[in-house]
């Protein structure tokens, strides 16, 4: 069974700390990793995708990929309430169907 | 640009009775189409997926069935609801590389009483 592990949390920062949020995959043969925001009551919406070993970086999001590991991870900088929502880890594991992480909350407190 | 629309946004139906959503994507031709269901509080799981017209494929044993009429139209239903297939349903698309993200549309709030 090819599982996304994640911390539901809730994670709490201060406005304007860093975020970090974790996430482990069980497939090496795992591609493509994703993450996904969620407000309550919304779908999911796109905000970083990264296929290769390393970090990839756009506007305040920072996402990190350990293949060796089988960790990928996202920073959020100088976070905002209005980052408070559910965030998804996601990971295309062989052919076209992705497994979703059951998502870790995020507070941002102003 | 590609948007992708659900319909309806919300259901209520009682136990038994039968259902249809319906997705349909717009910007785009002959993409990855997938039915998911969120749990209250819980995460995504994935219902049906299609790589092309009249070609699904089931990921769980459910009363649940999908079709796909047209290239870019992904229908879900059931002949008889029950309490447990109360959810979130969501459609999603995406492109034929293993590579590419998917985009979701609004979904459908369903509760079965």
């Known amino acids: 069974q090819k599982e996304v592990e994640q911390n539901s949390g809730p994670l709490s920062v201060p406005e304007g700390a860093i975020a970090s949020l974790n996430c482990t995959y069980s497939d090496r043969g795992s591609q493509s990793f994703f993450w996904y925001r969620q407000y309550s009551g ?23 990929l350990n293949k060796a590991s089988q960790y990928v991870s996202l ?11 559910t965030y998804l880890c996601a990971v295309i594991s062989g052919g076209f169907k992705t497994i979703f992480g059951a998502g ?4 941002v407190k102003a | ?25 717009e910007g785009t031709s002959n993409p990855n189409l997938y039915w998911y269901r969120q749990a209250a509080g819980r995460g995504l799981q994935l ?13 769980v044993p459910q009363n649940l069935s999908a079709s796909r009429p047209q290239d870019r139209q992904f229908i879900l239903s059931s002949k008889k609801l029950l309490l447990s297939d109360s959810g979130f349903y969501l459609c999603a698309w995406g492109g034929q590389s293993s590579y590419n993200e998917q985009f979701f549309g609004p979904g459908t709030r369903l509760t079965v009483l």
């Open chain 1, 75 to 85: 920073l959020i900088r100088d976070s905002q309430p209005s980052d408070s929502a």
């Open chain 1, 104 to 107: 870790t909350r995020l507070f």
């Open chain 2, 47 to 59: 219902l049906f997926y299609s790589v092309g017209i009249g070609q699904i494929s089931s990921e």
């Open chain 2, 1 to 25: 640009s590609q948007t992708i629309h659900q319909w309806p946004a919300t259901l209520v139906q009682p136990v038994g009775s039968p259902l249809s959503l319906e997705c349909t994507v």
């Open chain 1, 42 to 64: 919304k779908s999911p919406e796109l905000i970083m995708f990264i296929y290769s070993n390393g970090d990839k970086e756009d506007g305040r999001f920072t996402a990190q």
